[in-house]
C-alpha cells in the first residue's frame, strides 16, 4: 500500500466518521436539526447531489459496459469491471442518501406495496431497485471468479450479455424520468433549466458524465497505486466524451433558442451567471481538452477536463432540482455544513468499500496480484519510521488501528457539533382574522375556514364542534386561546389562578373531590366550563391539562367531521375529506408565491 493510498483512506474514514455523528441528530432529531431546508425549499443538497447527481455518477456502468460488451470494443474491456463496480456502490449511495432526505425514512419500501403508476418517482424508484439487482448479478462472477463455485460463475459469464442489455434498458428509463420529476414543477424552476426535453437533456448529460467519471476512477486509482495509468483507453474515452460534450452543447442551446430565450444568457442575472459557470465545467473546457489529439494521451489535462465536466454536471443537477428554484419561491437556500458533511460522508464510504473490494477481489486482476505480493513481502517486516509517523508493520494490523482512530474522533467531533436543536420548535399563532371567512392559524400553516358557510349549512347547534371549551363569561372562546402553537402542546391549566378565583385553599374540594391531593379524581373541565349548547358529539373529551398543538386539534376535530359529511348523498361532496379540501396550492398563497413576471411561465398570482 502506498502513502498516498494510506493519507487517502485516512481522510475518508475521517468523513465517515464525521457524518455517523450527524447521522445520530439526522434520525433522532430530524431534518431540521440538520438541514436548512423548509417548506418552501424542500429540495437541497440532498436530492440534487445525493439523488439526482449520484444516479448521474454511477451512469458509466451502463455506458462502459454497452462499449465494451454489446459493442464489441475489446480496448475498454479492462474498464467494464471498474465502472460496473462503480455503478453499484454508486446507486447503493443513492439508496443511502435518499433515506437522509425522507422524512419517514422507514417508509421507503411502501413503492413496492402500495403502487402509483402514474408516478414519475414511481418509475424512477422500481427501475432503480430493479438496475441494484441487475449490477449485483452483473458483478457477481468478480465475487465467485477464484473460489469454489465455478458451476455459479460460469452461468452468470453465460447471462451477462442479457444482463447488461437490461441494465442498459432500465438505465435509460431512470436517467430520464429523473428529469420528468422536474417537469411537474413549471412554476419553480427558471426558463434556463426547465424545458419539456428534460428527459432527454438528463439522459444525454448522463452519458457525459458517465464517461467523465470512468476517466476520473481511472486517473485517481493510477495515481494512488502508483500505476502507470491506461494513457490508451482514457484517450479513447476522451474522443467518445468530446463527441457527447459537443451533441449535448448543440442539443441544450438549440433547445432554448427554439423556446425564445437565448436572450436570458446575456441578462446579467444570478440565474445566468450560475449557467455559465455550469456550462464552462461540464462542457467548455473538457471540449477544448479533449478536441486536442496531443492532450489525450497526457494524463494530466486529461484528468482536469474530466474532474471539470464531472463537476459541472453535478452542478446541473443541484441547480434543476434546487438552486434554480430560489428566484421563484424568493426563498433563500444554502446548505449546512452538516449537509455537505453527509453527502462527502457517503460518497467517502462507498470509495472505501471501492478500494476494500479491488484489494480482496479481482476488479483489476494485476492490481490484486501485486497486492498480494506485498502482503507478503510484509509478513515480517519491522516498523517504519517516517518523519513524525510511525507504521506499525502490516497494512491491515497498522490501518485497523489508524482507521478506528480517526474514524472514532470523527464520530465524536460529529456529535459535538452538530446543533441539536428541539425536534420541533416553536410555532406561535394568532387568533383567527376576517369574518365570513376566516384564516386560522396565521401566520404559519394559514387555512381559510368559511365561518359563515359552516354556520349556513351545520346551524348554530354546531359551534360546540369547535368552540368546546369556553373561558368564563365566553359564548365562543378562540381556537388559539388553548392552541396558542401550531404543534406544540400548550399547557391550559393554571392551578394558582383556580384556587385565587375560588377563595384559597378551602376550596380544593370543589375540584378534587375528596381527595384534595389527587390529581387523577379532578373533576372535568367541561363542568364547569360548558361547551356550545346543545354540546356537540365531536367536542373532544377533556383528560388531561395541556390542550394539543392547533395544527393536530384542528385535523383531528376537521377530518373527523368531514369524514361523516362527505358519506352524505345528498351533500355530493364524495373528497370532502381529503386534504385540498382546505389546503388549496399553488394558488390562492398570495403571501408565499411571489408573482411570475407578464410573458414568463409559472402561475399567474391574481
Known amino acids: 500500500m502506498t502513502d498516498r493510498l494510506r493519507i487517502f483512506k485516512t481522510l475518508l474514514w475521517t468523513l465517515v466518521g464525521l457524518a455517523a455523528g450527524i447521522t445520530v441528530a439526522r434520525f433522532t432529531r430530524g431534518l431540521g436539526a440538520t438541514t436548512t431546508l423548509s417548506d418552501s425549499t424542500p429540495w437541497g443538497l440532498w436530492i440534487g447531489f445525493d439523488v439526482m447527481g449520484g444516479v448521474a455518477l454511477a451512469a458509466g456502468g451502463f455506458v462502459v459496459a454497452g462499449i465494451a460488451h454489446v459493442f464489441q470494443r475489446g480496448r475498454y474491456h479492462h474498464a467494464a469491471r471498474p465502472a460496473v ?12 442518501g435518499l433515506l437522509y432526505d425522507l422524512g419517514l425514512p422507514w417508509n421507503i419500501w411502501h413503492m413496492t406495496i402500495f403502487w402509483n403508476p402514474r408516478s414519475p418517482l414511481f418509475e424512477v424508484g422500481w427501475c432503480v431497485m430493479l438496475y441494484l439487482t441487475v449490477l ?8 465467485l471468479e477464484r473460489t469454489r463455485f465455478q458451476a455459479a460463475y460460469r452461468l452468470l459469464l453465460r447471462m451477462q450479455l442479457p444482463l447488461i442489455i437490461v441494465g442498459i434498458a432500465l438505465s435509460t428509463l431512470h436517467q430520464s424520468s429523473l428529469g420528468t420529476l422536474i417537469l411537474i414543477m413549471p412554476f419553480r424552476v427558471h426558463e434556463l433549466w426547465y424545458t419539456p426535453r428534460l428527459p432527454e437533456l438528463f439522459f444525454v448529460t448522463a452519458i457525459c458524465i458517465g464517461l467523465a467519471m470512468v476517466m476520473v476512477e481511472s486517473s485517481v486509482m493510477s495515481w494512488l497505486h502508483r500505476r502507470k495509468p491506461h494513457t490508451d483507453m482514457i484517450a479513447g474515452f476522451a474522443r467518445m466524451a468530446a463527441w457527447a460534450l459537443s451533441f449535448q452543447l448543440v442539443f441544450r442551446l438549440g433547445d432554448l433558442a427554439a423556446r425564445g430565450h437565448l436572450g436570458l444568457l446575456a441578462s446579467g442575472s444570478r440565474e ?5 459557470v455550469e456550462m464552462a465545467l461540464s462542457s467548455l473546457l473538457p471540449l477544448a481538452l479533449f478536441s486536442v489529439p496531443a492532450l489525450r494521451v497526457r494524463p494530466t489535462p486529461m484528468f482536469i477536463g474530466a474532474a471539470s465536466s464531472v463537476a459541472g454536471f453535478l452542478l446541473h443537477r443541484v441547480n434543476a432540482s434546487g438552486l434554480a428554484h430560489i428566484g421563484f419561491t424568493g426563498s433563500t437556500y444554502f446548505p449546512f ?6 453527502s462527502f460522508g457517503i460518497v467517502a464510504g462507498a470509495t472505501l468499500a471501492y478500494l476494500w473490494i479491488e484489494q480482496h477481489f479481482p476488479v483489476d486482476p494485476s492490481a490484486l496480484d501485486s497486492e498480494s505480493a506485498m502482503k507478503r513481502m510484509q509478513l515480517f517486516e519491522l516498523p517504519r519510521v517516517g518523519g513524525l509517523r510511525v507504521w506499525l508493520g502490516d497494512d491491515g494490523y497498522a490501518g485497523r488501528r489508524v482507521y478506528s482512530l480517526v474514524f472514532t474522533l470523527a464520530l465524536v467531533a460529529g456529535l459535538t457539533l452538530t446543533p441539536w436543536r428541539p425536534i420541533v420548535e416553536a410555532s406561535p399563532v394568532v387568533r383567527a382574522r376576517g369574518g365570513r371567512e376566516l384564516l386560522v392559524g396565521f401566520p404559519s400553516g394559514t387555512v381559510r375556514f368559511p365561518h359563515e358557510a359552516h354556520i349556513e349549512r351545520l346551524g348554530k347547534e354546531a359551534c360546540g364542534v369547535c368552540h368546546h371549551a369556553n373561558k368564563p363569561g365566553d359564548t365562543g372562546t378562540p381556537c388559539t386561546e388553548c392552541h396558542a402553537d401550531l404543534y406544540l402542546p400548550t399547557r391550559v391549566f393554571q392551578h394558582d389562578t383556580h384556587v385565587a378565583a375560588l377563595k384559597g385553599n378551602a376550596s380544593c374540594v370543589t375540584c378534587h373531590q375528596d381527595q384534595p391531593t389527587s390529581a387523577p379524581v379532578t373533576k372535568p373541565c367541561s363542568s364547569c366550563h360548558p361547551a356550545g349548547k346543545p ?19 384542528a385535523h383531528r376535530l376537521c377530518i373527523g367531521c368531514h369524514q361523516v359529511e362527505a358519506k352524505r348523498a345528498s351533500l355530493n361532496r364524495p373528497n370532502l375529506h381529503r386534504c385540498a379540501t382546505c389546503h388549496r396550492t399553488p394558488v390562492p398563497h398570495e403571501d408565499v408565491v411571489r408573482p411570475v413576471t407578464p410573458g414568463s411561465r409559472g402561475v399567474t398570482v391574481p
Open 85 to 96: 463496480l462503480t455503478a453499484l456502490l454508486g446507486y447503493s449511495a443513492v439508496v443511502v
Open 535 to 553: 354540546p356537540s358529539a365531536w367536542a373532544p373529551k377533556f383528560a388531561s391539562t395541556t390542550a394539543p398543538g392547533l395544527r393536530p386539534a
Open 136 to 143: 449485483v448479478l452483473e458483478f457477481a462472477p468478480v465475487f
Open 272 to 276: 445566468s451567471g450560475l449557467f455559465w
Open 337 to 342: 455544513w452538516t449537509e455537505f458533511a453527509v
